[in-house]
């Protein structure tokens, strides 16, 4: 019921006066709200109930941790970039609700788990890895994604099949998950852009499969000249 009153609720904000409306939702919440609704209209994919509340939840999670905020909406820009070089082996509907949920048990670790300057124990490991089992049973218990829960299970398995849980590789692996594997790795280490593209190009063949990382390559271009022109577009401060 709640993801059905999501749409009616957002167009209602727009007649409550700004302090108000900022209490409901918050101002950024709106903008990012709106990005990623504009998003998935530009590829044909209908926002159906189960999709406003998957992303009204991921956003909800970004708040967790610093090193989340903002994660959402580039985490499906490049995902369905990649998805559109490859013409679209992955439906888009369900790769939009594996990159949405795929983290949603993260939120729930301690806070240390996402301190990049600290080594996980094994045991933190361990821990940090029910992630996945858990975010697919999650969206498990919604109707009508089954895709979408396979490749939440298996997008940190390894082309080389050193990844877990299953030790799967090549062509055992999901191509949505293979695509997701990259979408997850890069935006975990997006403040350093750069340095980001070269990790996933140098595990090309190993952890992640070359002609994904092919298509994220040509992903990336895509975002990054887009990022220019709109750069380009600004005026300028004198």
């Known amino acids: 019921m709640l993801a059905n009153t999501l749409p009616v609720i957002l167009n209602a904000m727009d007649d409550v006066p700004t302090s108000q409306n900022a209490d409901i939702i ?25 999709l406003h509340f998957l992303v009204m939840l991921a956003l909800t999670i970004e708040v967790r941790t610093e090193h989340w905020q903002g994660k ?34 993260m939120a729930f670790l301690p ?7 600290q ?29 979408s829960r396979e490749i939440i299970m298996a997008h ?14 090549d062509f055992e692996i999901n191509p949505g998950a293979k695509l997701l594997a ?3 790795a890069f935006v975990a280490r997006s403040s350093n852009t750069m340095q980001a593209i070269m990790e996933i190009n140098r595990y090309s063949g ?9 298509h994220f390559n040509v992903a990336i271009k895509k975002i990054r000249s887009s990022q220019q022109q709109l750069s380009k577009s600004q005026p300028k401060t004198s």
């Not at 190993?206 to 092919?214: A, I, L």
């Open 182 to 184: 990259i979408v997850d």
């Open 26 to 50: 918050g101002d950024n919440t709106r903008d990012d709200l709106k990005r990623i609704f504009a998003l998935m209209s530009e590829h044909g994919v209908n926002v159906c109930p189960d």
């Open 119 to 147: 080594k996980l124990s094994k045991k933190s490991l361990k821990v940090m890895r029910t992630h996945i089992s858990s975010a697919a049973e999650l969206i498990h218990r919604m109707q009508g994604w089954n895709e």
């Open 72 to 105: 959402t909406h580039n985490a499906l820009k490049l995902a369905l970039l990649m998805n559109e070089s490859a013409d679209q082996p992955v439906d888009n509907k369900q790769l939009l609700g594996a990159t949405l949920a795929h983290d949603f048990a």
């Open 111 to 117: 806070l240390e788990t996402f301190d990049k300057q």
């Open 206 to 214: 190993t952890q992640f499969d070359p002609t994904w990382v092919e």
């Open 156 to 169: 940190h398995e390894h082309f080389d099949g050193q990844g877990y849980p299953n030790q799967l590789s």
